[in-house]
Each structure stands twice: as structure tokens, then as C-alpha cells.
Nanobody, 123 residues
Framework: QVQPVESGGGLVQAGGSLRLSCAAS????????MGWFRQAPGKEREFVAA????????YYADSVKGRFTIARDNAKNTVYLQMDSLKPEDTAVYYC????????????????WGQGTQVTVSS
């Protein structure tokens, strides 16, 4: 399977917004869920958000709930992460991945990781 490709990262001031995109192959995108994770320097990769194939169910980490929105366009095999009210603690490399089984909140439940896109939020 071709790995997903993330884009849309960059440098933004606190309180600003960014929209990340993740383009995947049809095979990868057909997974039951697509997820976003992030990894800050010196920290473990952590769950951010996930969305069911139909788009009917979404899941968020408590730290981003109410600020981030995950969405998908199945016709384009693309999943998005709209990030609003960004904080310096949101600074990390953001990855998307396809669900393989198990809890959507666990990194181990996902595979086909992209290369990531850097998000830096300045104070």
C-alpha cells in the first residue's frame, strides 16, 4: 500500500488556524477509520482525532476537543484536520494513518503511516 501524504503544516501564531490534509490510496482510505496523531520532540506519538469511514462517528483527544475538527472526503481519498485556536503546546509533527484494528485511541491500532507534516505554534 502507498503511504499517505500529509500536507498543510506550517508556522502560525497562537490563536491561529491551520488545515491539514492527508491524501491516501483507495486501499488505505478504505480502512474503517482514519486517524491523526502527533509527536512533539522527546514525547510519544499521541492520538489526536479519528473518523469512521462513513464520517458519522468522530473521536478526539481531550486536549483538542472543541478546537480541532476531523473530516473526510471519500471521493478524494483525503482526510482533513481543521485546527483552530492553536496553542504552543500543539506544536508537533502531525501524522495520519489507517486503522488496522483495536481501539482508535491507541497508536498500535493504526498502520500505513505517512511522513508527517510539521506544525509550529508560536506564543
Amino acid at each position: 500500500q502507498v503511504q499517505p501524504v500529509e500536507s498543510g503544516g506550517g508556522l502560525v501564531q497562537a490563536g491561529g488556524s491551520l488545515r491539514l490534509s492527508c491524501a491516501a490510496s483507495r486501499a488505505t482510505f478504505s480502512s474503517a477509520f482514519m486517524g491523526w496523531f502527533r509527536q512533539a520532540p522527546g514525547k510519544e506519538r499521541e492520538f489526536v482525532a479519528a473518523i469512521q469511514w462513513s464520517g458519522d462517528s468522530t473521536y478526539y483527544a481531550d486536549s483538542v476537543k472543541g478546537r480541532f475538527t476531523i473530516a473526510r472526503d471519500n471521493a478524494k481519498n483525503t482526510v482533513y484536520l481543521q485546527m483552530d485556536s492553536l496553542k504552543p503546546e500543539d506544536t508537533a509533527v502531525y501524522y495520519c494513518a489507517a486503522h488496522r484494528g483495536g481501539s482508535v485511541y491507541r497508536r498500535e491500532s493504526f498502520g500505513s503511516w505517512g511522513q508527517g507534516t510539521q506544525v509550529t505554534v508560536s506564543s
